[in-house]
């Protein structure tokens, strides 16, 4: 058996709901599922109840958006299995309130060259802890705009350099994100190195703690998986696999289970957990 260990739904930006979720990881034959929505465990949290009727294990988790500070880029580090999650919960809903503020601010932008309702928005956002740019590329869509998320109009409208409704959110410092995910008594994982260039930074956060790199993704370079299985070997880290699953707001059909992680290593990584409990 296998566990898709990075996977989204609709309370961030996935475009589907999570007992839906759920019931997929039952017919495809998932042992386990974590639902790592950015910035929330309210996914996981929900998920719980479905695993049960489902018959699927859930590992609670989420994805932290974080900054590298050294370098100024984005990182996205994955909490597993905290035991007082509240320590982590102030830093991301500070976080989802300002992607929401900052998206909300791009709003008016976006209507002034395109002529979409602002309640258009709003409803595709139903259900999300947060607002997020594709919630507003949703709506775009739905008023015949463009037929992709993250195509031409997207970079017309939110491209960091140019983009007309461009948006800078402040995210917290990924070493703060790696302590206060040891704090509470989670597993911390490196999630997709390749897709923010985070390789010059793996050393210094195996320095601070880390636990495990995702070294299976769908996005990831030519021999990724080997370099970072041969990091994880050398370092003692775990090693997990996900989709990064966000159904059809991904630019590209990654079903869930597309990337996995095995038995032994979601082992360790609950083994680990159960170590760490702080509650």
Do not use: W
């Not at 102030?90 to 791009?106: D, F, L, P, W, Y």
């Not at 190195?193 to 880390?210: C, H, M, N, Q, T």
């Amino acid at each position: 058996m296998a566990a898709d260990l990075h996977v989204h739904s609709k309370i961030s930006d996935g475009s589907t709901e999570v007992d839906e979720i759920v019931l997929l990881a039952r017919n495809k034959g998932l042992s386990a599922i974590s639902i790592t929505d950015h910035d929330t465990f309210f996914g996981s949290d929900r998920a719980a109840f479905f695993g049960e009727k489902f018959g699927v294990k859930i590992i609670k988790g989420t994805e932290i958006s974080c900054i590298d500070n050294k370098r100024n880029r984005k990182v996205h580090l994955l909490c597993y299995l905290p035991s007082d999650p509240s320590r982590v919960a102030a830093m991301i809903r500070k976080t989802a309130n300002i992607r929401k503020q900052a998206v909300e601010a791009s709003i008016p932008k976006v209507l002034q060259a395109y002529p979409i309702s602002p309640d258009m928005i709003t409803r595709r956002s139903a259900g999300s802890g947060s607002l997020y740019k594709s919630h507003v590329m949703k709506a775009l869509m739905d008023a015949g705009y463009t037929t992709e998320y993250y195509g031409v109009l997207y970079r017309k409208l939110y491209d960091p350099r140019f983009g007309l409704a461009k948006v800078k959110i402040e995210y917290p410092d990924v070493f703060d994100a790696l302590r206060l995910v040891k704090e509470s008594g989670g597993v911390s994982v490196l999630a997709h190195p390749a897709v923010y260039d985070s390789y010059e930074l793996i050393d210094e956060l195996i320095e601070k703690g880390l636990d495990g790199i995702e070294v299976s993704y769908p996005r990831a370079k030519e021999d990724d998986e080997e370099v970072l299985g041969s990091i994880c070997d050398k370092h003692g880290l775990i090693k997990t696999g996900g989709t990064d699953f966000h159904g059809s707001s991904c630019p590209t059909a990654y079903p869930l289970g597309t990337c996995t992680t095995d038995d032994e290593q979601l082992e360790r990584m609950i083994k680990l957990a159960q170590s760490r409990k702080t509650v």
